[in-house]
């Protein structure tokens, strides 16, 4: 007899990651809105905020290898957060703002919205 809680078809989840991703980057987006490097230098809560963002987005990206193998802003944003992850004692945070307040986040999530199954 089948399962009632049967596992989410593959599309099913990919879906699901690419909305959980863009969700993070739109999260991003709001908590640095019209802040500059120097108010996010010293604002511990958004900076940590947008790391923890940083982190979904890249085990997103994890888990879709044919989605990271095709788009540079999606390797970049990752190895951020492994970065963040492993070196998070010698991570300048203008590194990261430029990161999360410009082009890359803004391919990424057209590039999240553009590979998610409709």
């Known amino acids: 007899m089948p399962s009632v809680h049967s596992k989410p078809s593959r599309e099913e989840r990919v879906r699901n990651w690419c909305d959980d991703a863009i969700k993070a980057i739109d999260n991003i987006t709001s908590f640095v809105e019209g802040m500059d490097f120097e108010t996010y230098r010293v604002d511990l809560k958004t900076m940590s905020a947008v790391e923890r963002q940083l982190f979904i987005i890249a085990e997103v990206i994890a888990r879709m290898p044919e989605f990271a193998s095709t788009h540079e802003s999606a390797y970049k944003i990752r190895g951020l957060a492994n970065r963040l992850r492993h070196e998070y004692d010698a991570i300048d945070p203008h590194f ?13 999530r057209a590039a999240l919205i553009a590979f998610s199954p409709k």
């Open 96 to 108: 990261i703002w430029e990161a999360v307040s410009g082009p890359p986040l803004v391919a990424l």
